[in-house]
Every structure is written in C-alpha cells, then in structure tokens.
C-alpha cells in the first residue's frame, strides 16, 4: 500500500476546498502537479513547468495552493511567477492563508507572508551552511557519497582494507602510466571495479569498472591523504589516510600538466548566441544540448510541449532566422527615415551576423531583450538603446513561423515575404480538377480506372482528387502564391484526406496564421 504523504494531505484539503466552491463552477483537474523532492526556493521544478505550460495552453482558470510558499518562497521569483499568471487571466487562492490579492491591503499582506517565507528559508540554509562549515573544520566527516576506500560508522569515516589497496593500486599506476585514459582502459581490462553508490535503492546496480572520470575524481581527492575539503579550504581530518602526501602531490603536478595540454589542444566553446535569450511559448527559457560529435558547429535550443515530448532547433538556423530577421528589419528603418548612416549600429550589426563568436553575443545582447518563438509565430523584442538612436522604443518584431515537424527535431521555416506561385502546387491542383472532370463526365467509370490508365496507385489517385476539394479562397491562394510557409506538393498530400470542414482545412494547413511581418511598438 502507497504511503500516504503531506503531499496528499495537501492535495485533499485543496480538493475539500474547491468542492465547497462547485457552485461557482470551480472542478478539480486530473493533472496533479506535485514536486515531491524540490525545495519552494527554487522555480525550476518539473511540476510547476507543467503547470505553467497549461497555464499557456489556457488549460487552467484558477490556481488553489495549500499555502503560499508551496508556490515559491522567493518574492523576486512570484513577482514573475503572479506576472505570467496575470497575462494568461489565471487567479490563485490560498487555502490556509486568507487573502484576496483584488485590493491594495490584499497585496501587501501577500508580500508579507512571502517576505517571511524567504526569510525563514535563507536562515534555515545560512544555519545548514554554518553547521557544515563548523564540521569540516573540526575534521568530521559532512556526509554525501562515501569515497571509494571507506565505509562509514557512526557518522565516522573507517578504511575499508580491500579498497584502500586498490586505491594505492591506482595512484601508483598513474605515477607510471602518467595519463587517466590508459588507467582507466586498463582497470577495464583487469576488471578493477568501482564500488556502485546508488542510494536508497531497493535494486542496487552491480559494481563496475573504474572509467576515466571516477578517477579523475579519485586522483583529486584530499580524503585519501587524511583532509576534508570544504569550500575550497582544506582542513585536517579525523580519518586515517590512505596513501602519503608526497605521492598525491605527484599526482597533482602530472594531473595539472594533463589539463594544461588538454586545454591547449580543446580551446573552450564559443558562446551560445541567443541563450537565456529565447524562449518557449510559455515564456520559460529554452535550454541547450550540443551536438554529439561535432559541438563546436552549433548545438540544438530544446524546450518541453504542452502535450509532452521535447521540440530541438537547429541553433545556427535559429540564429540566421533571428539576426537576419532584426537587420532587415533595423536596415529598412534606417532607409525609412532617410537619414544619414550610423557607423556605430552597421558595426555592431556587422558583428551580430559574425556567427558564434564572443563579439557576436555581446552585439546580439545590447540589440535584442528576447526571443519567443511558438509553432505559428516568433517574436522579438528589440532594445530601443541599442539601436543608436534609430528607434526611440523597445520594438516587437513579429514574423509569422512554422515548425515542421512533431516530434524530436524540427525545422523553423520564417514566411519573409510574397513568393512567386508553387508551380508543383498548381499542376497537382489542375491534375485534381481534370481528373475529377473525368469521373463527372463519364469519361471514365472509377478512380481505379484513373490509376490503371496513369500507371499510379490507387491512393495516390485518391490522395490527389482529394485536393481538388479544397475551399475556394484556399485554392485562390495557392495559386496566387500565397500559402503559408513550408506548405508543400508533399506536406498538402499528406494532409489528405482534408476534413469536410473549410475552417477545418483553413487550420489544419496553416492559413489561419498571420501572413506578414508586423510591428508593434510598446
């Protein structure tokens, strides 16, 4: 039987008060949002992304927590928190605390009780930090992960025999191996094992060979020659040491010299040009993952949907989307405007479209406060002080998208501007009209006869007259060029067969997004 937690006490005295409020036509939702684990300090918990993310999807009408801190204890982080809520219409309630955040008094009262709930929670972590501090320097052992080597007893660190002649094993091969890679392929090969150090599992994992980064850990840590090291300082422990000083300090200078050449050999990564700038449809970050084997040629922006699953964009096609988008944007202004050029805004525009490069970010920062892209639009925010005077307001750039693609992967395509008509388009359109002039004349007696007389497929056949059932004003602008961005010959066939419904069809091909670039000034 499932234990039953505070979280579920919680959870039912919150459900006990939304049903007392059925009248008003309060239900509860089946999602449960729960952060078993995760401190209210913090705001990067999975349960309050997925809230917010039906919060953005219009999901969610009111927000009942059991007390104010569940939601956060930071007043900087609700600050954010209550204004996402506002923009999406959402209210909250507290059940335990009564306040009504209408009026004046309300709201000051709310500040209150999230004032001492930060400060009851940076006490309780100055008074943690305090006491482990005041442990280390008395050579006691703090907790977390036992070395390899020890074992602990009554809060004590106890070598453990068998291991600690593995650890002195270890640092000996290094003095002659003098390099952790050989080591680590050589613990491989002899069956040198590592002592697993799962915690609180009623499966533990079997032990397994030392690899390359166990012993860059083990080759750095000060425990084996009888210190704690807290903070960066050292402080002399009360355990009994493993190997002698001198032979760790060898290790040290052949570790620090390895670095020293790797760090000549793997220059660090250029920065990430738009990162902690663009965002999620929610407004949340996006975060970033490299590639696998080739992280210096740009990585992937990753952020969560509604519905689950994970949407990865190409970097350096977000970045050209983005930076072209804000210099033609910036360039046709200044033509706008007839007036001179400014060195300075061509400079740092020139330095934008550089690429992955340190003046690049620092360029791309002082232009642009953010970027929020969803599956139908992306807009960016522009920095009026970093256009030298050229704007005299913060500008919402705003340009219509498309994600192609569900899952995984996606391709960001940006509708720039009139296209010249789909030739490819039009002929399948014609084909559809001529092959159904066929069936209605009499000209032929079934699309089967159709696919034996093209040499096709009856599903293709089928797929193409389905085209030709397309709305007239949606027919009007294939042909005139003017369908949304990344609608294809094989992207419209796909989507057969097209619903009965001509707004159906309208919002399942993406005509019912906005058709051109427009700008709003805040």
């Known amino acids: 039987m499932k234990e039953f937690t505070t979280l579920d006490a919680q959870r039912e005295a919150c459900e006990a008060y939304v049903l007392s409020h059925r009248h008003e036509g309060w239900t509860v939702l089946s999602d449960r949002y729960d952060d078993n684990g995760f401190s209210g300090g913090d705001t990067e918990r999975p349960g309050l992304s997925r809230l917010l993310a039906d919060i953005a999807a219009g999901k969610v009408d009111l927000v009942v927590i059991y007390k104010i801190d569940r939601l956060t204890r930071s007043l900087f982080d609700f600050s ?5 809520f506002d923009k999406a219409g959402v209210s909250f309630v507290s059940v335990t605390q009564s306040f009504n955040t209408a009026d004046s008094m309300g709201r000051l ?17 100055e008074r943690i930090r305090d006491k482990l501090a005041a442990s280390a320097a008395k050579g006691m052992w703090t907790g977390g992960f036992v070395p390899f080597g020890y074992r602990t007893e009554a809060r004590k660190l106890i070598v453990v025999p068998e291991e600690a002649e593995v650890v002195r094993y270890l640092f000996a091969r290094f003095l002659e191996i003098r390099d952790i890679v050989p080591l680590a392929n050589e613990c491989k090969r002899l069956g040198v094992m590592k002592r697993n150090r799962t915690l609180g599992s009623d499966n533990p994992q079997p032990d397994r060979p030392f690899t390359h980064s166990d012993l860059r850990v083990l080759l750095t840590q000060p425990i084996y020659v009888g210190f704690i090291r807290h903070n960066g300082t050292f402080y002399p422990g009360r355990h009994k040491a493993i190997i002698d000083r001198k032979t760790f300090d060898e290790a040290q200078a052949i570790k620090k010299r390895l670095e020293e050449r790797f760090r000549k050999n793997h220059p660090p990564l250029p920065p990430i040009l738009l990162k902690g700038l663009i965002q999620a449809p929610n407004g949340v970050p996006m975060t970033t993952a490299p590639q696998r084997f080739r992280p210096r040629e740009g990585g992937f922006y990753c952020f969560s949907e509604t519905s689950g699953g994970e949407r990865r964009l190409s970097e350096v096609q977000v970045n050209k989307a983005v930076v072209g988008a804000v210099v033609r944007f910036l360039t046709a202004v200044q033509k706008s405007k007839g007036g001179s050029e400014n060195p300075e805004l061509i400079e740092r525009l020139a330095y934008a479209q550089g690429g992955r490069t340190a003046a690049a970010r620092e360029a791309i920062e002082q232009l642009i406060e953010w970027i929020r892209i ?16 050229l704007l005299d307001k913060d500008t919402e750039l705003n340009l219509a998208v498309r994600l192609k693609g569900n899952r995984g992967f996606s391709t960001l395509l940006v509708e720039t501007g009139p296209r010249a008509p789909d030739q ?9 009209h001529g092959w159904m002039q066929d069936l209605a004349t009499g000209r032929v007696k079934s699309m089967e006869a159709i696919a034996t007389r093209e040499g096709l497929s009856l599903q293709h056949v089928s797929n193409v007259i389905e085209v030709g059932f397309l709305a007239p004003d949606l027919k009007q602008a294939l042909v005139e060029g003017r369908q ?3 609608l294809t010959v094989t992207s419209l066939q796909k989507a057969c067969p097209l619903p009965l419904s001509w707004k159906a069809q309208r919002r399942l091909l993406g005509f019912d997004r906005p058709k051109r670039t427009d700008v709003s000034l805040l």
């Open 80 to 84: 954010k928190l209550a204004e996402l």
């Open 109 to 125: 009262m709310l500040n209150v009780l999230l004032s001492f709930a930060q400060f009851e929670r940076e006490i309780t972590a």
């Open 374 to 389: 969803s599956p139908t639009a992306m807009t960016i925010q522009i920095r009026a002080e970093g256009t030298c005077g």
């Open 424 to 432: 490819a388009i039009i002929r399948l359109l014609g084909t559809a």
């Open 484 to 486: 949304p961005v990344g």
